[in-house]
């Protein structure tokens, strides 16, 4: 009725409660909500999306790894039919600049290229065939300048610069103040010396680990749409919303109100999506800067290939030390990771690498130096497990050698030296809650069948197949850790309807894994709704304040908290309105399920439904954000030192591979792998996370490669880049460990990177366990077998050491 | 792809499309299945020309038994070879080839004149065709000329077949109790290009002794060979696993094959001793049923 007065006073503001128990939709195995969008194809993804006007760009790449530009000569290019615009640098209208840890990656190449793919030009055109017709018309007069191509030899005297030294904003991750040297890192802790001297059985070994391409399903893709009013919408893939604000708005050079950014679909990220799309999406607007007109760049899956980021590989160095019975006693490591031309996120990578070296275990003394290295090729950034699965590669095949010469199974070495509450890792980070790593290697065990394989296993053969068990651990500091603290934080909307339905808008990207499933869930339970009244959207940087990267397992446990800040603030609306239905302060009730209630007396309740209604009729605030920050983290350069993570998540990985030991072909049998997050928000998408990031894991382990030679990747395709097929999948055991973490959200701690991080070591230990011969390197192809089982005298045909 | 398809045209009969064939001039590309050439197209490496659509012609399908030979359509697809009981109980080697080759998707569009024509050293269909003597029918409207398989390829992606002419049918001539087997070695389980691969198709007598046999080998030579070396050794002996190993042997020691992204040189050849041995031990195992 217009003009009537609130129908009911307004009662003061209870506090909080605590979280409702039993829940009702936390840990519950409900459907993903872009299941059957997916399934049917109606999902839509980003070259889905057009505009009227639609404009196409087709981007130049270097064909040099590293070489001066003399001249870009466009004009045979803009002569050609359909074309709008050529653009090169010196068009961008703000800074030729992505901004990233170090300011050293241009949008386009300006005057030197640093390697084969790096952007030189852009045509902009009327369809996508007239723009890369055009674009081969774009002729670049090029110096070739010495290139260097191997870590060893990028940071020797008089080596060619790739990377002259730059430094970044303080405290921001890194500084690279040598040539070549984007970062160097050090952990530091104990007496080595001492440890060394200790220590009955000593091992020492060289490993490396290769580059990984992404593989998702949908390449890099945006579209850049100038509106009336003057402001540039993109809309594209992406894993950082916030990162491609900041990078459109500084290459146009215009406010950050002038840019707002949507991510849509998003098939598929692993860390590919976090920095690229910002290049991806300055050229898209780039484009509509100088045509006015909506812009579109897709990358053919051989682009993308050829220059976006990959995995970093690694040469590692570690030297570890034991006592007879087991107890270690040192660790020595030195780690070079290959990033390519450009720094993008290599300091920080260095920084998880070099943290997660010692791995759960408890090492007395350690000394851990990295380096993150500059060479004339394709950039290396974020992909999922962040520099860990190199430093666990060797880590976790050390200590089989190390058990194996000390006489003691793999299983009971780790146990014996495995972290617990009140344990300090190898950066002397103190353990006070949520460490779980002992239960994952004994579910681990059980569920595989660990003991009984590795006996019966010993004298396994059936012509020339023989079999392995083999086993590979970890654990994963959650979130962005004391380096990547300056821009850890995230924000959420909720706003509740009358009716009793609730939108939910959060800054981190669905890319597949179930965010939004998962927020939907967390936000159902805080105001007491049925799963299916509560939608959250696509991520938006106009709706909701910068939340960061969805990166670093952090999304669940961070979005989550910042929902469940709004949705406290909405409760408490609930709870003053529920008082006065029941004729009780709003402190004697709580949540429960879909209804509130007396704490003292539960069968006095009313429906949250007609409570919503009430409060909304009453003009109470039905809307809320949230905002979170984590617990807080330091790191110390110098002492090499300090509390990484707020927490970690453990796993432990069990597999059975079955080697022909004459073709040197390995089939996983069984893959057991038993991840401690602490809670499982939805057990289901959790089991997702662990089966797909296994599946990923065994590419890496097996497969994947990719050849560069000179700066020029040879298989940029899926017929020679070879991911696992469902026919390569074994039988997938997930297993879910719940220590809950007090500052995630029903106890969770984060699980999109784990699954993949142990399982190289697994599938390698399984195949010496199999044919007696060690794998210093992967991927373990047939090639790679067959040559270890020849250099280290394991005959193929002999019966296989006992 | 872009460029690539200046027109398609889609002939309503083998005679419509030999006519098609004779009169265009330039470049033109014979589209069956699709599954080499549309890749191909969209790396850029097929030249701008007419694309002839010829997975539409039934006539070019159809596996039909004779007494002395049974006939392939160019079109008979993989899952159709997969399909016959026939060809697996006269042309094993084939069957086998078929059955491993690609995935499903693949096999239903993948067509044995396409593998053929193709000519790549490592299509699968091609060496088990070695083994089993086929015969490919080319026709234009010149007339049809009849070509051993072994004499259609003269490198790589390359064949003397002419630029009117068309694949229409395979024949393998049928040989009363011949057993084969078709082996590869591939990057993965699925979808995966051989690396190696051998096949064998023989007659052996009750104690096992080889009265014929043809040995052929994929992905290690600019074509798929035959190892006439290896078919002399087996003439007229028992096949027994010392036979058997020391045919792989030889059969390592007559090529030469190259590294690439697949696989290197060193382990081409030592796996060809593993697939033929192994090809010839499922020989044995088939004969015995
Ligand atoms: C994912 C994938 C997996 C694959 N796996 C395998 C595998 O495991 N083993 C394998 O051997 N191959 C494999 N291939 C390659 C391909 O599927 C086969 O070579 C297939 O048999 C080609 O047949 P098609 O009908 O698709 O040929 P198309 O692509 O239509 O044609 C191939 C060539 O043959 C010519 N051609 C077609 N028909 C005739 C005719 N009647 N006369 C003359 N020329 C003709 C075409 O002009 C073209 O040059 C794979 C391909 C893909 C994409």
Known sequence: ?802 | MIGTVQRILRPKSVDELLSTLAELQGPRHLLAGGTDILVKAKDGKVAPGTWIDVWPLDELRGVTAHDDRIDLGANVTMTDVERSPLLRAEARALWDACYEAGAVQIRNRATLGGNVANASPAGDSIPALYSLGATVHLRSVRGERAVPIEALFTGPGKTVIAPDEAIVRLSLPRVRGAVGAFLRLGQRKAQAISKVSAAATATLGADLTVEAARVALGAVAPTVVRAPEVERLLAGRALEPGLMAEAGELAASGVTPITDVRSTKVYRREMVAVVVRRALASLVDRRRG
């Open chain 1, 1 to 802: 009725m217009p003009g009537s007065g609130p129908t009911y006073p307004l009662a003061t503001m209870p506090p909080d409660d605590p979280t409702p128990t039993p829940t009702h939709t936390v840990g519950q195995r409900l459907e993903r909500l872009d299941a059957r969008a997916k399934v049917l194809g109606t999902a839509r993804y980003a070259d889905d999306l057009t505009f009227p006007g639609l404009l196409h760009l087709k981007v130049v790449f270097s064909t040099q790894p590293h070489a001066r530009v003399l001249a870009i000569r466009t004009d045979a290019a803009r002569r050609a039919p359909g074309v709008r615009a050529v653009l090169t640098a010196k068009d961008c209208p703000g800074e030729n600049l992505i901004p990233l840890v170090l300011p050293d990656l241009t949008l386009m190449a300006a005057d030197r290229v640093r390697f084969v793919g790096d952007p030189v030009a852009a045509v902009v055109a009327d369809t996508p065939e007239a723009a890369h017709d055009a674009a081969r018309l774009v002729e670049v007069d090029y110096e070739p300048l010495p290139a260097v191509f191997d870590v060893l030899e990028a940071l020797r005297p008089g080596a060619p610069v790739v990377a002259p030294p730059i430094s970044g904003p303080a405290g921001h991750g890194g500084a690279n103040t040598a040539p070549n040297l984007f970062n160097l890192l050090e952990v530091k802790k104990g007496d080595l010396a001492a440890g060394f001297e200790a220590a009955d059985v000593v091992v020492e070994q060289e490993y490396r680990t290769p580059y990984q391409a992404h593989a998702y399903l949908e390449t890099q893709g945006m579209t850049c749409v100038p509106e009336p009013d003057g402001v540039f919408a993109v809309y594209g893939c992406m894993q950082c919303p916030f990162y491609v604000h900041e990078a459109v708005a500084r290459v146009l050079g215009v406010p950050r109100h002038r840019v707002k950014v949507i991510q849509v679909g998003t098939g598929g990220g692993f860390g590919g999506k976090e920095d690229v799309p910002s290049i991806i999406a300055g050229l898209a607007a780039l484009g509509a800067w100088h045509t006015g007109r909506p812009v579109k760049l897709v990358l053919s899956r051989k682009e993308d290939f050829e220059t976006m980021s990959k995995r970093h590989p690694a040469l590692v160095r570690l030297k570890v030390g034991a006592k007879e019975d087991g107890t270690l006693t040192a660790l020595e490591e030195q780690l070079w990771l290959d990033g390519g031309a450009y720094a993008t996120l290599s300091p920080v990578v260095l920084y998880r690498a070099v943290t997660h070296a010692a791995g759960p275990y408890r090492w007395p003394a350690v000394h851990v130096t990295g380096h993150a290295v500059a060479t004339n090729k394709v950039p290396c950034g974020a992909f999922r497990g962040f520099g860990t699965l190199q430093v666990i590669f060797a880590l976790e095949s050390i200590l089989d050698e190390l058990a194996e010469r000390l006489g003691i199974d793999p299983l009971d070495l780790r146990l014996k030296n495995a972290v617990r509450v009140g344990d300090a890792l190898g950066t002397n980070q103190a353990l006070t809650e949520s460490v779980g790593f002992i239960e994952t290697l004994e579910r681990a065990a059980e569920v595989s069948g660990y003991r009984e394989k590795r006996e019966r296993y010993r004298t396994w053969q059936e012509g020339p197949k023989r079999r392995g068990v083999g086993l590979g651990c970890l654990l994963y500091g959650v979130g962005l850790g004391a380096k990547g603290k300056f821009i850890d934080r995230t924000g959420a909307h909720v706003q509740l309807y009358p009716d009793g339905s609730c939108a939910v808008s959060i800054g981190n990207a669905e890319m597949g894994q179930g965010l939004r499933t998962v927020i939907s869930q967390i936000a159902a339970e805080e105001l007491g709704l049925e799963f299916s009244k509560v939608q959250t959207f696509d991520g938006d940087t106009s709706r909701v304040p910068d939340s960061g990267p969805t990166v670093a397992s952090r999304a669940t446990v961070m979005a989550g908290n910042a929902v469940r800040d709004a949705c406290g603030q909405i409760r408490r609306e609930l709870r003053a309105e529920a008082g006065l239905m029941l004729g009780v302060e709003p402190d004697a009730l709580e949540v429960f399920q879909t209804w509130v209630r007396v704490k003292a007396a539960p069968e006095r309740r009313v429906a949250m439904n007609d409570v919503i209604a009430r409060a909304a009729h009453a003009r109470r605030a039905l809307t809320a954000s949230g905002f979170r920050l984590p617990a807080d983290t330091w790191w110390s350069d110098d002492e090499g030192q300090g509390k990484a993570y707020e927490v970690y998540t453990y796993a432990t990985n069990v597999c059975e591979v079955e080697v022909d030991v004459e073709t040197g072909e390995s089939r996983v049998i069984a893959l057991t792998a038993a991840h401690d997050i602490g809670r499982a928000i939805n057990p289901t998408l959790a089991e997702g996370q662990i089966e797909g990031g296994a599946l990923q894991g065994l590419g890496f382990a097996l497969t994947e490669e990719v050849h560069i030679d000179q700066g020029v990747i040879k298989n940029p395709r899926f017929a020679t880049y070879i991911i696992p097929t469902a026919m390569d999948s074994p039988e997938l055991k997930a297993v879910i460990v719940e220590h809950p973490y007090s500052g995630g959200p029903y106890g969770a701690k984060g699980i999109g990177e784990p699954p993949i991080m142990g399982i190289a070591p697994a599938v390698t230990n399984a195949i010496k366990a199999a044919t007696g011969a060690r794998l210093f390197e992967c991927p373990a192809t047939p090639e790679r077998v067959t040559e270890a089982m020849k250099a280290q005298g394991v005959a193929a045909r002999d019966e296989v050491a006992v």
